[in-house]
Structures are given as C-alpha cells and as structure tokens.
C-alpha cells in the first residue's frame, strides 16, 4: 500500500489534470505545421484568464466567484439531521446553509442525515437562482478522525447561464487535497507557470473551486 499522503497528494494533481483538460483543449498535431512548435508552447503558456469559450461566448470554465445575486440572499441555516419546510422552493433566490458534520455511524448521525437529504434536495427544483452552503464531516465514532471531510459552497444562477463550486478544508483521513495542494507541490518542484495557472482554482490546502457555464433555460429566463 502506497503511503496516505502520497495517495492524497495523488488526488490532488488528478484534481489538477481535470481542471487543465477543461482550461487546454487538445489540439491535432498532425495538422500543425512544421514550424509551429513556439506557437503550441506559446498557446500552453496563455494564462487561465483566457478560459474556455462556449459557442455563446460565455466562458465555459473560469475560477470561482460569489454569485451576483449573493448580496440579496436572506439565508435559512439548518443544524443537523434538520429538514427545510417544502415552501422555501417557491423562493427565489433560495439562499440556504446545512450543518452535517454528525455523519456519524454510531449515533445515528448517518440515519439522520440520510432521512433529511430528500426534502433539502427538493426544495431546490424551481428555483432559479440557489445559493447552498454546507459542512461535512463523515466519520466512524465521534471524535474519530473524519474519513472526509469539507466546508462547501454551490450556487447556480440559471438566468445568468452560470454555476460554480467551491471545497475548502476538503481532506480524506485527515489529509488536505485539492487544487490548492498541488500548487503548492508544483511550486515545491518549481513548476511555478503551471503553478500560477491553477491557483485561480485554488490556492489553499483542501481548496478547489471553479465556475461552469449553464445551458439556456427557458422558464428562468422568462421569470428574469
């Protein structure tokens, strides 16, 4: 068995590799010219701020920001294993956050946990614009270390065509993995180019975050 930081660390940089698949589209090389190789080294090195494009110009993939509608949220917080009353759907934005953090298996956590999920995940059909905060932890016993643990953040806004998410703190028994881990292991190796293009997605330990372009929407758009 490989050592638990080098699995993590691993997990980190598979992190990594999805996000720069995202951010640099393969290209043909049989269709390049011979002469080409400083503008392929040239089109790898364009920053991130570059990002992916739609064919509706709206970027594809970008790093994580806060929703435009976030400072109009009114936020409706729930402790754990607690159940969202079913009107909120009809709110809009819908602004929520959730302590999970007993995902315990020998208390009941887990149960409780499990037997509220349906109705948070209802309340989410109609709305157009949804702003979730969450807190994970899921372990054995409590005061056991985690086997994962997170602090999430998840927000789509399906009139403006865009959703992002964000893990901070994200760790698998105890380690932190994310974007931000292999930054700064890149850096360490002093990869430090591909090292500044990934910190847009993440730059702390257990951090990776990101914004996605939605498709069109026909009744949130109407709605406005």
């Not at 940089?13 to 049989?30: E, K, Q, R």
């Amino acid at each position: 068995m490989f050592p638990v930081h080098l699995r993590t660390t691993a997990a980190g940089f598979a992190l990594a590799l999805g996000v720069c698949a995202a951010l640099f589209p393969s290209h043909d090389a049989s269709a390049a010219p011979a002469g080409s190789a400083t503008d392929a080294r040239t089109t790898q090195a364009v920053s991130t701020s570059a990002m992916v494009r739609t064919s509706s110009d709206l970027p594809a993939v970008g790093p994580f920001t806060e929703p435009g509608f976030a400072a109009t949220c009114t936020w409706h917080n729930f402790g754990e294993g607690e159940k969202p009353p079913l009107w909120l759907m009809f709110t809009n934005p819908l602004c929520v956050e959730y302590s999970k953090r007993d995902i315990t298996f020998d208390d009941g956590g887990a149960l409780r946990f499990l037997v509220a999920e349906p109705s948070r995940f209802a309340i989410t059909m109609l709305t157009c614009r949804y702003y979730q905060k969450d807190h994970w932890s899921v372990q054995a016993t409590n005061g056991a270390v985690p086997y994962v643990a997170w602090d999430g953040q998840y927000w789509w806004d399906k009139t403006g065509r865009r959703a992002g998410a964000r893990l901070n703190h994200f760790s698998i028994n105890g380690q932190t993995v994310g974007i931000g881990d292999a930054v700064a292991a890149l850096r360490a190796s002093n990869f430090d180019n591909l090292a500044d293009a990934l910190s847009e997605y993440g730059q702390e330990a257990g951090e990776t975050g990101l914004t996605v372009a939605l498709p069109f929407d026909l009744g949130c758009a109407l709605i406005g």
